[in-house]
């Protein structure tokens, strides 16, 4: 005879905005991609993918204001504290470090305008490859670490309502 499972389900969580943004900045890859087939493909899509990359570390703002209210600070207890600074240490080093990485792939194209011929047509796909999994991988690391920052000082928030 089977155990029966008597856990609840999961809440659903609310969607946030940088997410609903990362969703739509995904179909708009798609898009261009598909524009590029039919248009031929163009230097500046690169610099576009670049610029919607760059657009990602807003998303760690509301984690960047709760790190920096010192108010907020107050009222915890030590143990979340501790667990906030450890937090908001690897956030600074991990987005030193998607920054840092995102300059190197821009490097491979600033400043190239125009037509992509034939020939350079295999480096703008590896490039554009490159910004997507820079993404994804940005998604995971960055925004889910921006996340529980953000979940941690809303629990101390609501404490102190």
Same mark, same amino acid.
């Given at each position: ?13 609310? !969607? ?49 204001? !709760? +790190?920096?209210?010192?108010? #907020?600070?107050?009222? &915890? ?6 667990? #906030?600074?450890? &937090? ?36 703008? +796909?590896? !490039?554009?490859? $490159?910004?997507?999994?820079? !993404? ?5 690391? +960055? ?5 529980? +920052?953000?979940? #941690?000082? $809303? ?7």
């Amino acid at each position: 005879m089977k155990k029966q499972d008597n856990t609840r389900a999961p809440v659903r969580r609310k !969607i946030t905005t940088a997410e609903k943004t990362e969703r739509n900045r995904a179909k708009d890859t798609v898009a261009t991609k598909a524009a590029a087939k039919e248009k031929g493909m163009y230097w500046e899509d690169l610099e576009n993918m670049h610029r919607n990359a760059n657009g990602l570390f807003a998303a760690c703002h509301a984690a960047n204001m !709760i +790190i920096g209210n010192t108010g #907020l600070h107050a009222i &915890m207890d030590k143990d979340s504290l501790n667990r #906030l600074v450890r &937090m908001a240490g690897v956030l600074k080093r991990d987005t030193e470090h998607y920054r840092a990485s995102l300059t190197a792939i821009h490097q491979r194209h600033a400043g190239k305008t125009g037509l992509v011929d034939v020939f350079t047509m295999v480096d703008v +796909i590896n !490039i554009g490859n $490159e910004y997507q999994n820079w !993404i994804d991988s940005f998604n995971t690391v +960055i925004i889910g670490n921006a996340r529980d +920052i953000t979940a #941690l000082g $809303e629990s101390f928030i609501k404490k102190a309502a």
